[in-house]
């Protein structure tokens, strides 16, 4: 790595910071704080899979329908705040791996710039990268109405696969960074963040799924367990 290189490190969430995944366990935090009467939406969640699982849906329509049943088709933002702040507090009281937050510290007093790439909802993402001390947040962004109502709308793609590398690109734009002029370290557990992994100059596989581990072993990239 030269001298005088932006040094860049970009992290997946679910699964590879967190232990568990994030985005059921957020609509159920969102729908016990505010709206339990919600429960009789239930049984219509699995036909939201099965649409799914036929592919007549997209994972993002997947992710609004449920969104829809569980939270309501316009929230106010600044009443969901409130449970946002606190259900960050839950996942990083109970659901992280304590390597993966020493390995972003690590990176911090390296100097490396830190950026949270997440299909999750930005929603609540940047709750989480901002206790952790995360400088940028790239995840999937649902509409926010000018009243302030939050929409089972997702703005753009759902931030996942090959839609993040998209958004990565057009961060570096933003931020005026040049690739040739950058030191890319990016962490993920799971294959759909194959091209991430390889966008990157040095790619780490945390605690993988069994198709990321194979890929790692194929492209000698470090395997690491976190738990």
Avoid at 3 to 29: A, E, N
Avoid at 47 to 75: A, E, V
Avoid at 136 to 158: A, F, Q, Y
Wanted: aromatic letters at 12%.
């Amino acid at each position: 790595m030269r001298d005088g290189m932006q040094k860049i490190s970009l992290y997946d969430m679910d699964r590879t910071i967190t232990v568990r995944g994030t985005y059921t366990p957020f609509l159920f935090h969102q729908l016990f704080a505010r709206a339990r009467w919600r429960l009789m939406f239930l049984p219509l969640l699995p036909f939201g899979f099965m649409g799914y699982g036929l592919k007549l849906i997209s994972r993002g329509q997947l992710k609004t329908f449920n969104q829809r049943l569980l939270m309501g088709s316009g929230p106010k933002l600044a009443d969901l705040q409130p449970h946002i702040d606190r259900f960050a507090e839950n996942v990083l009281r109970s659901n992280r791996y304590q390597k993966a937050l020493d390995q972003i510290e690590e990176d911090r007093a390296e100097g490396r710039t830190l950026v949270l790439v997440t299909a999750s909802y930005e929603l609540y993402a940047e709750a989480i990268a901002r206790r952790l001390g995360f400088d940028h947040v790239i995840g999937t962004r649902l509409e926010v109405d000018g009243e302030g109502r939050v929409r089972p709308k997702i703005l753009g793609e759902n931030c996942y696969d090959h839609a993040k590398i998209g958004r990565i690109e057009a961060l570096f734009a933003e931020q005026g960074w040049h690739r040739n002029d950058s030191h890319v370290r990016a962490y993920s557990d799971h294959f759909s963040d194959g091209a991430m992994l390889e966008f990157a100059d040095e790619a780490f596989a945390t605690t993988p799924t069994p198709p990321l581990r194979r890929l790692a072993e194929q492209r000698g990239w470090p395997i690491v367990d976190w738990r």
